[in-house]
């Protein structure tokens, strides 16, 4: 990092300064969940102390103000009714006084109402007049005044004094609340700390097996301790990822030993050949039957190259070009004339509704092409039956032969690019056509499924496109 001097000053890039919001986002998960537990803990506490706080200091003023007001009673009876046996009894009651306790006993003419605003506050001789008992107060007192209307006059009868008890038992409630707060505090930040320590333990260990997991040996798999909670449902999803980048990787290592094995059929045959026509001179219809060889066997690699490229452009397409509203069945009988009608039964129900899909006819068509080429190939020269209904939302196209079938275990892998069945390999191709039509299919929102009873139980292609709404 480079730093510059500036004066007395030094300057670094803007680059290499951290926000606060960053250092949060870059923290670990178990300090981010003790830094959350600390600052709701404060916040709470806070709170609860504020509230604890203001609730009690009403309380002890409320019941300060009405001892004032009790004071005020007795100042009244004692100096204004002058009744000596009621004064001595309330003496006798209330003998002991406020802490700086004053009492006034002031006459409402316009000099005690100037008295009244300068003693205690401005307007407090407006406030009385509207109440008949009112607590105010002024710095640290707190007082009480009451107007008592007597055949002698009209008189105000205040009385101050200072909550010190109140205010002592305040201070030492504040300072309980604070160190309750600071021990709950570190309680809950404890609590917080090794309760996310112990949480995320799971997962740490789930990380440091995750980290030894390569592509030699993806078979490993994290152990699923408690299903039901978040880390045993990412430990599930996780394991399932690994299953099927596994189901990938070994479809990768089938499709390179599938394609080896494919590439270099023909091209041994092309060598063979070639290399036989070199070693002495030849009849020229030999020549000629050895070149026709060698174009056969270049034609069958071409192909092949050809339909892996129409597979990768498959596969590399989000959505279909240029759809068209299509008859299916119109459609379907056009691709079914490319093919010998002795072999072929047609099976088409009568639609209710106008048999249209959206769709890209000549992809749809190279679909239905690899779909019927491979039931004709594979059911050794006996009859198929390509049936078309009407279904719930859609169409159904159905390609059933009486061949050589597809056993349970090879039927897992038959989408897989050039991947052939035990039982399929003495026969020609390539073992694209089914993965190519399955993904065109896909791109026009349909399904395609396969299904067989296992060898010599023949297959049965069923394929469902929706309709066009």
Known sequence: MKVWRYGGCILMPASSIQHPASSIRNMKIRNRLTLTYAVAAIIVMTVLGELVYYFTARFHKKEFAERLVERVQVTEQIFLEKDEVLGQAVRDKFLQRLDHEEEYIITLNQTGLDSL??????GLSRDIATSSILSFSKDKRQGVAKIYDLPNGKFAVVVTAVDVFGKTKLNFLKRILIVGMLMGLAILVGVGWFSSQRALRPLEDKINKASKISASNLNLRLEVQHPDDEIGE???AFNRMLDRIQAGFEAQRGFVANASHEIRNPLTAIIGEADLLLEKDRPVAEYKATLQNIVTEAERLQKLANQLLELSKAEAMNSLPELHAVPLDQLLLETVE???AERIHLDFEECKMPPVIN????LLQTAFSNIID????YSENQLITIGFKEIADGFQVKV????IGISTEDLKQIYVPLFRSRNARKLRGHGVGL????RIILLHKGQLLVTSKGESQGTEVTI???ANN
């Open 117 to 122: 605003d300068n003693l205690f506050y401005k």
């Open 234 to 236: 990412l430990t599930i």
């Open 338 to 340: 490319r093919f010998p």
């Open 359 to 362: 769709a890209n006819p000549p």
């Open 374 to 377: 491979n039931a004709l190939k």
């Open 400 to 403: 059933s032969d009486k061949g």
């Open 435 to 438: 993965p190519l039509a399955r």
């Open 464 to 466: 469902t496109l929706p």
